[in-house]
């Protein structure tokens, strides 16, 4: 009976084919490439090939390119995030926003701000300690003598969602006029504040997330069958949950810490990538890595220079861009 | 406006308030809720070019902007300001007069029991959401938001018919004019430096071609570096900021807003060390300090033209 059920498990998430695998990876690494190169060669200031003043390198090196690839480690964050939940979940609406994580890291960024802003490295710890905080209250809410029920765990996550953005807005109001204008365009998702250390920060977590959750990757397979099944198989489920979580706080306080919240891309990149590969994790969860940095950094293109010399909101874009794409794939797949 | 209108005007609210008196007074006072003594008005035009019906004496008034806050104290009439925003920090006795909530979100119950003549509001935005209210209440609503220095000194004069202190606001606009006169006067013919005005330092928030601090620049002897970006408050490219190399950099000192951005530290303005605070209040709010705002820039960047 096991042996069946097994066999039956492993069929459903085996991709449509392997082949098809490999055209899907082919096709996200090629874009990536172009998407990278094309953003590099977009800007408000025309830049020209070669030849760069100082002061036209100090705009390439200085401004452009660490942006460009803190978009690209924040979304390749939010994309692990999303599919690990998704997965651990059986949720198609698990995110790091759904689940409390978003606003936890966004809260925690927001006290660094107020409390602490002279320490550069503040922001990502307490974005941290925020995102860690609310992942386990969700946690413990979910928590009954049954055990651990998922739809408790996603209903916790809205009302632990809800509750931090009424403190968010809360303190936005509080806190005096000057710092609050900040705050509001942060809170939207704004990768202009782009900095060195914050992109190191926000690579490393972006890498040590995939890494681990690929790593998890059979283990989050068998939890999509069911927890009871997984645990059959010989999975340490509470382990699971709590690696997941854990990943999950580390790369989005990195990612708010660095950008505020850029919403949308936790939730449609992993589906996106179902939809075209399958459903195995080993694949899911490094190809929705690639698949987030492609679309935050082109969407961070537009946004730097759709009505350039100003600047669009990037979190506004990714819905603007995201929403659509998504419903026509939906549409297309069924 | 004749006479006769606002005889007729008074005759008409008195005969209406008799009617009212004469009911038995429940369901008509609900309903109307006319003033007590009808007041005598007139009509003015405000701002937006509205007709607004004002009482000719303005006993009551409340302002819903720092700016207005400080124009009504500077044309002497501070006596019937009865209410202010949690904004309006001068002058210093601003701060005791009763605060009625911040400007976006003032609250109608205490606006209404403070029972005032005259609103004094600063946008567009905010009537659409009062009017209806606050006139329903027999309480006049008027706009005032000049968008620059010329606009800012005839509210000033116009506010101060309203309040009936012209012989006041005479005096001070005479200064006001001869302090600004003083200014040019110095910096004619001097070239002009490229000025920066950083609003917010993160995001990099800046002035843009609808602002009235663009020509507040340019009167001080500088020229606007993003006087050619469409928009009042444009949140600029960092890349942009860059290349555009200004001469000085004048910080609108607030909070979030103490040191120049980092993409201007290989800047003209970082190396000669042309960066200046100056405070927020004073380039913000369309009032009458706007004038020491200006004095303020024109002293920073041009320092040999002032020396005393």
């Not at chain 1, 220079?305 to 669009?312: F, S």
């Not at chain 2, 290349?243 to 607030?254: G, Q, V």
């Not at chain 2, 807003?257 to 980092?262: I, L, S």
Request: hydrophobic share 45%; with cysteine; net charge positive.
């Amino acid at each position: 009976m096991k042996k069946v059920y097994q066999a039956r498990t492993e069929k459903k998430l085996r991709p449509r084919s392997f082949s098809r695998a490999i055209q899907v990876g082919i096709v996200l690494i090629v874009l990536l490439f172009i998407v990278l190169t094309a953003s590099t060669l977009l800007g408000s200031e025309r830049l020209p090939l070669f030849d760069l003043s100082e002061q036209q390198r100090s705009i390439f090196y200085d401004v452009r390119l660490p942006r460009i690839l803190l978009a690209a480690s924040v979304g390749a964050s939010l994309a692990v995030a999303g599919a690990g939940l998704q997965s651990l979940l059986r949720n198609p609406l698990a995110e790091p926003y759904l689940l409390g994580v978003s606003n936890g890291a966004a809260l925690g960024t927001m006290l660094a701000f107020i409390f602490f802003d002279r320490f550069e490295f503040s922001r990502p710890v307490m974005a941290f300690v925020g995102a860690a905080v609310a992942s386990f209250a969700v946690y413990q809410m979910a928590r009954s003598r049954s055990g651990m029920n998922v739809e408790r765990l996603v209903l916790s996550g809205v009302i632990v969602t809800t509750f931090l953005s009424s403190i968010l807005v809360m303190m936005t109001t509080l806190i005096d006029a000057g710092k609050l204008r900040s705050f509001t365009f942060w809170l939207l998702g704004d990768l202009s504040q782009a900095t060195r250390n914050g992109f190191y920060l926000s690579l490393g977590a972006a890498i040590v997330g995939t890494v681990v959750l690929t790593w998890q990757a059979r283990a989050l397979n068998l939890m999509m069958i069911g927890e009871r099944d997984a645990f059959d198989f010989g999975v340490e489920v509470n382990r699971v949950r709590w690696l997941v979580f854990g990943v999950a706080s580390l790369v989005v306080g990195a990612s708010v810490a660095a950008s505020g919240s850029v919403g949308y891309v936790g939730l449609i990149v992993p589906h996106l990538v179902r939809m075209s590969a399958g459903s195995d994790n080993r694949l899911v969860v490094p190809f929705s890595a690639v698949a987030g940095a492609i679309f935050v950094v082109s969407a961070d293109t537009v946004a730097r220079t759709a009505i350039a010399p100003r600047e669009l909101p990037v979190g506004a874009v990714t819905a603007l861009i995201g929403a659509p794409l998504f419903i026509y794939l939906l549409r297309r797949g069924s | 406006m004749s006479s006769i209108k606002i005889l007729r005007v008074f005759v008409l609210l008195l005969g209406l308030s008799i009617w009212c008196l004469s009911m038995t007074g429940s369901g008509c006072r609900g309903k109307t809720l006319a003033p007590p003594v009808p007041a005598e008005t007139r009509q003015v035009t405000d701002d937006l070019g509205r007709i607004v019906r004002v009482p000719v004496k303005i006993t009551r008034a409340i302002s819903l902007a720092p700016s207005i806050t400080e124009t009504i104290f500077a044309v002497g009439a501070a006596d019937r300001l009865v209410g202010v925003t949690t904004y309006c920090n001068y002058p210093e006795q601003a701060k005791s007069i009763a605060k009625v909530g911040d400007t976006l979100t003032p609250n109608l119950e205490t606006i209404v029991a403070l029972k005032p003549d005259v609103v004094f509001v600063s946008t567009a935005s905010q009537i659409e959401a009062f009017k209806g209210t606050l006139e329903q209440n027999g309480i006049a609503v008027y706009v005032t938001n000049p968008n620059s220095i010329e606009g800012v000194l005839s509210d000033l004069m116009k506010i101060g018919e309203l309040f009936g202190t012209v012989d006041k606001t005479s005096v001070l606009l005479n200064d006001l004019q001869s302090r600004l006169d003083e200014v040019s006067r110095r910096l004619n013919g001097e070239p002009r430096p490229g000025v920066f005005l950083q609003i917010s330092k993160e995001p990099l928030f800046t002035i843009g071609k609808q602002s009235f601090m663009t020509a507040i620049i340019e009167k001080a002897g500088g020229r606007s570096v993003t006087a050619d970006i469409e928009s009042s408050y444009p949140k600029l490219s960092k890349e942009t900021a860059l290349a555009l190399n200004p001469d000085a950099i004048i910080l609108s000192t607030s909070d979030d807003n103490r040191v120049a951005n980092d993409v201007f530290k290989n800047s003209r303005a970082m190396k000669n060390s042309k960066v200046f605070s100056i405070d927020a209040d004073l380039l913000s709010r369309p009032g009458p300090r706007l004038v020491d705002g200006l004095e303020a820039i024109a002293r920073d960047i041009h320092p040999d033209k002032f020396v005393q």
